[in-house]
């Protein structure tokens, strides 16, 4: 196999060189250099620009076209559906600009490409052009500024909601636990010096108000319409907490308690039933069967969005929203840190 | 020796050059070639370890898109390169996999787009361009050089040790740097990344330094800052933004190399790993990230603002026109570089900073929009009525136009901290850097290189075949980091090995086929390059003095490599650079050289 790729090489090398024998007899003959570039040069490359524009923005539609029904649900967290409506405001405003600014370029490119008998217009500067394209700009962005800021201080500023949940997601290489405060809705304080076999996410077994608290593995539930305040810690290297569904994202940071919290508006069921998402899993579950793979079932996901290391591919934890009476039915069944210390 | 070296600077200075260029043929192999103080031998050095570079780095980028695309897998290809510790049955390792993404993107980032663009350009056009019979310290210069060359080796020596080269993504963000526990690429390949790295901005500050000095000092006479080319001054504020930032990096990579090897706390606090908590508390990563960021935002426009500089040059000659808004393209650039100091939060909207804080560089971050539209539009307006004359070069730079457009319309939505949120670390942050800094400078680059290769080499690249790389090279490009924006928009994290074991990922497939096929055909387009490059070195056609009908004083040297640049007195500057198709004038180009007619404007007035 290397022996034939190395003979490819070579083949290729010296085909190549012979055809830049020909070509350079060829010249000679013809009287043609290097640096003159005529004018059918430049008509062929104008025109090339032009096809080019047509076809990068064609390609550009026909990609909206054939993905767009790949990217995520819409959101489904309160702040999420801002974020969205921002989003698209954003992107239909930078498509335009990109639409636009790249037909005139190619456009130009093409109209004015290099003639013979013309000679280029001689333009310096013009004070207004430019005001215009400075002031335009700072205007639009003016306005992206102002919208993006309102909403990044409504997401980050602090729970005022006394009824919030807390759930503290812990990360390490390479997967995510899940605690939850308890009865006493205070999340006991934590020694990382007391991790061990059992105490995975290093509770301080001498603070009281964590005996009550409840830790999960692999999914966690939460109730919907009701605000979550997400804690973020790190047991060794920087993770980062990605729920997409819900447009949230925070780092893990060792040594720091991170934090961010969103209301979740619909439950996993509403979600499985919502029409874009049945299109989606429809489209995902064809491809899985023409792999021999089973069928999957909609879910909301948390997954590690920082590097962390060799298997940071694989770190998930499923998330289950549910009506609130099913969450408290599900946390009731769940074991507090307390027995699982008594073991 | 010594005496062949030293370049008198003065303007007078005619009949030592003359010497010096007879001293050159007595010079042996090792002051020519190797340990060379001329500005246009270190140049050619600096392109040609950058181009063997550049290479190294997109064969990696290949074999994990072959992974991205087809997860699973057996490629000899894989096998073949990285043997059966790493591609065992041809299928990739996980961990050498981030090794390859950190080391693609430390090697494109710092050796091809920092080392390899400015040190090639900055090089070979300062003297040249300011009119200055070489750089301010010829010594210094060599340093440089010699010192990106080291930091070169290393780099690529650490591909070849036990553990892996070092994996932890191009940021080295701790404490998965900082700690071997955390994986293997943070053993000695780290270190050796560190160390390499702090050689690399060794060669940068010599280089800095010596370019800020001459574009100051050494103008000719006539050469006033308001008639340099937009390539020195591109070059000038890429040196200082250099300067100051740079060190910051060092001060970063200390106080890691201290966490790691001293047992200090400057980033690590907390932490348990490799089955025992450690000792280090105090310190944390997020200062690490603010050391790194504000070295990291400067440097993106340390890459991007030479490939301005050099397209504006090359749009104008080649629109025949002057550049559009000469004073508004120096003023855009001097705005960017001050702004590029104050954003570097934008990357930590998610880290844990105060959101408050992340609200400001929200704010300084879209301001950066502002000039860098007006860069754009100056550009299209410079082609609108030209008389465009389509070489490789030109046909490079429109494209820069237009990747820089592409990409940088997508900035706009990740410096909005709300936006960001959901695409922070996804693939649609990989497609807008690609575009924006990758491609454009890249594009840059390559047009800088087909416009002055008869500088670097006397000779002419083949203009059929540059024709061919850059369509395919064009079309290619846009192929796979267009496709990318919606791999984001479906919640696609950066930096997985594969995405299969999401079933949510699966329906993705194709993209990921369709970005690893343009990759693939992309980089065999570098083939016709690469030929075009080396065969022309030795083949090919000799250049004229002014190939281009250029108005720019490199191409007032004679086509000979002489010590001094010019053989007589130093060329004397009357005019700025931009007098193409002037009214009036029977040429459409007015080299700088040509003294004001009575009653005729300076600076595009008329």
Redesign the interface.
């Given at each position: 196999?290397?022996l034939l790729?190395l003979i490819g090489l070579v083949l290729?090398?010296i085909a190549?060189?012979q055809l830049?024998r020909v070509?350079?007899l060829s010249?000679q003959f013809k009287n043609t250099?290097?640096?003159n570039?005529s004018e059918s040069?430049?008509t062929?490359?104008?025109k090339?620009?032009l096809v080019?524009g047509i076809l990068?923005l064609g390609?550009?539609f026909w990609?909206i076209n054939r993905?767009?029904d790949?990217?995520?649900p819409g959101a489904a967290s309160v702040h999420g559906l801002k974020?969205d409506q921002?989003?698209d405001y954003?992107?239909y405003l930078?498509?335009i600009?990109?639409v636009l600014?790249?037909g005139?370029?190619?456009y130009?490119?093409y109209k004015?490409?290099?003639?013979n008998d013309?000679?280029?217009?001689?333009?310096?500067?013009?004070n207004r052009?430019?005001m215009a394209?400075?002031v335009a700009?700072?205007i639009v962005?003016a306005g992206?500024?102002i919208f993006?800021?309102k909403?990044?201080?409504e997401?980050?500023e602090r729970s005022t909601d006394s009824n919030k949940i807390t759930v503290e997601l812990y990360a390490?290489?390479f997967d995510w636990t899940a605690r939850y405060a308890g009865n006493d809705k205070i999340l006991g304080s934590t020694d990382?010096?007391q991790?061990n076999g059992q105490n995975i996410v290093?509770i301080d077994t001498l603070d009281a108000t964590s005996f009550d608290d409840i830790i999960v593995r692999n999914e966690f539930h939460i109730p919907v319409n009701k605000e979550i305040e997400f804690k973020m810690r790190s047991?060794?290297?920087?993770h980062?907490a990605?729920m997409?569904?819900f447009?949230?994202?925070?780092?893990c940071?060792?040594?720091?308690v991170?934090e961010f919290r969103f209301t979740p508006n619909k439950t996993t069921a509403e979600m499985r039933k919502d029409p874009y998402v049945i299109q989606?899993m429809k489209?995902?579950n064809d491809?899985?069967a023409k792999n021999n793979?089973e069928p999957?079932e909609f879910d909301y996901?948390l997954?590690?969005?920082?590097?962390?290391?060799?298997?940071?591919?694989?770190m998930?934890m499923t998330i289950i929203v549910e009506s609130e009476k099913d969450y408290n039915a599900w946390i009731a069944k769940q074991k507090v840190v307390k027995t699982l210390a008594s073991k | 020796m010594a005496n062949a070296h030293s370049i008198d600077l003065s303007e007078h200075a005619g009949h030592h050059a003359h010497d010096h260029a007879h001293e050159e043929e007595h010079q042996s192999f090792v002051a020519k070639y190797i340990f060379s103080m001329d500005h246009k031998m270190i140049s050619r050095q600096f392109l040609l370890t950058a181009v063997v570079m550049a290479v190294i780095a997109m064969t990696m980028s290949i074999i994990f898109r072959m992974q991205l695309a087809w997860p699973g897998e057996k490629f000899a290809f894989i096998n073949a390169m990285l043997g059966d510790t790493w591609g065992k049955d041809g299928i990739l390792d996980p961990n050498m996999y981030l090794a390859l993404v950190t080391i693609h993107g430390t090697i494109m980032v710092f050796f091809v787009l920092t080392g390899g663009l400015s040190g090639t350009f900055a090089n070979l056009l300062i003297p040249y361009q300011v009119g200055a019979r070489d750089m301010a310290s010829g010594f210094l210069n060599m340093l440089s050089y010699w010192f990106f060359f080291l930091s070169s080796v290393i780099m690529l020596a650490s591909l070849f040790i036990t553990d892996g080269p070092a994996s932890g993504g191009w940021t080295i963000y701790p404490p998965l740097s900082a700690l071997p526990e955390a994986m293997p690429g943070s053993k000695l390949g780290m270190t050796m990344w560190l160390i390499s790295m702090t050689l690399f901005i060794v060669s940068s500050l010599l280089g800095g330094i010596n370019y800020i000095v001459t574009i100051i000092n050494l103008r000719t006479k006539g050469m006033k800052m308001t008639r340099m080319p937009l390539t020195m001054w591109a070059i000038l504020i890429t040196a200082i933004l250099g300067v100051l930032s740079f060190p910051v990096l060092v001060s970063a990579v200390v106080l890691l190399i201290c966490d790691r090897s001293l047992g200090t706390s400057f980033y690590l606090s907390d932490i348990y790993i490799g089955g025992r908590p450690l000792d280090n508390v105090g310190g944390s990563p997020v200062l690490f990230e603010h050391l790194f960021w504000f070295l990291g935002h400067p440097e993106v426009y340390i890459v991007i603002l030479p490939a301005l500089g050099i397209t504006s040059e090359i749009i104008a000659t080649n629109s025949r026109k002057p550049i559009f808004g000469y004073r508004a393209m120096i003023g855009s650039m001097l705005a960017i570089g001050f702004l590029s100091f104050i954003v570097w939060g934008h990357h930590m909207f998610l880290t844990g900073m105060n959101p408050f804080l992340g609200s400001v560089f929200v704010f300084t971050t879209l301001l950066i929009a502002i000039p860098s539209a007006v860069k754009a539009f100056n550009y299209i307006t410079t082609l609108w009525k030209g008389n465009i004359q389509y070489t490789p070069a030109m046909l490079f730079s429109i494209g820069l136009v237009s990747s820089f457009v592409t990409g940088g319309v997508t900035g706009i939505i990740l410096a909005d901290s709300t936006l960001d949120i959901n695409v922070h670390d996804t693939y649609f942050v990989v497609a807008h850097f690609h575009i924006v800094m990758g491609l454009s400078a890249i594009f840059g680059m390559f047009a800088g290189v087909y416009h002055w290769f008869p500088k670097l080499f006397l000779r002419m690249m083949n203009k059929k075949l540059g024709y061919l790389h850059f369509w395919t090279t064009f079309v290619c490009a846009y192929g796979v980091f267009f496709p990318m924006h919606f791999l984001g928009l479906a919640g696609v994290p950066r930096r997985y090995y594969t995405n299969s074991n999401f079933p949510m990922f699966d329906n993705l497939v194709d993209i990921n086929e369709i970005v690893t096929v343009f990759a693939i055909l992309a980089a065999l387009a570098q083939v016709i390059f690469m030929f075009n490059f080396f065969y022309s070195i030795f083949r090919g056609e000799k250049s004229p003095q002014n190939p281009w009908n250029s108005n720019t004083l490199e191409w007032t040297t004679p086509m000979a490599n002489i010590h001094g640049n010019w053989p007589g007195p130093l060329p004397v500057v009357h005019r700025w650079a931009y007098d193409y198709s002037k009214p009036g004038a029977s040429a459409d180009f007015i080299p700088q050289t040509v003294p004001l007619a009575e009653g005729e404007h300076d600076n595009g007035e008329h």
């Open positions: 196999m290397k790729i290729l090398i190549v060189h830049m070509v350079e010249r250099k290097e640096w570039v040069d430049n062929f490359n104008g090339l620009m080019f990068f390609f550009f990609q993905w767009s790949n990217s995520l974020v921002l989003w954003n992107m930078v498509s600009i990109f600014v790249n005139v370029l190619f130009f490119a004015y490409s290099g003639k013309t000679k280029a217009t001689f333009l310096a500067h013009d052009l430019e394209w400075t700009p700072a962005l992206i500024i993006g800021l909403y990044w201080n997401i980050t390490k290489q990382y010096r991790i290093g047991r060794d290297v920087i980062s990605f997409p569904h447009r949230a994202q925070m780092n940071v060792p040594g720091m991170t989606l489209g995902i491809i899985r793979k999957v996901i997954l590690c969005n920082k590097i962390c290391g060799a298997s940071h591919y694989n998930q | -």
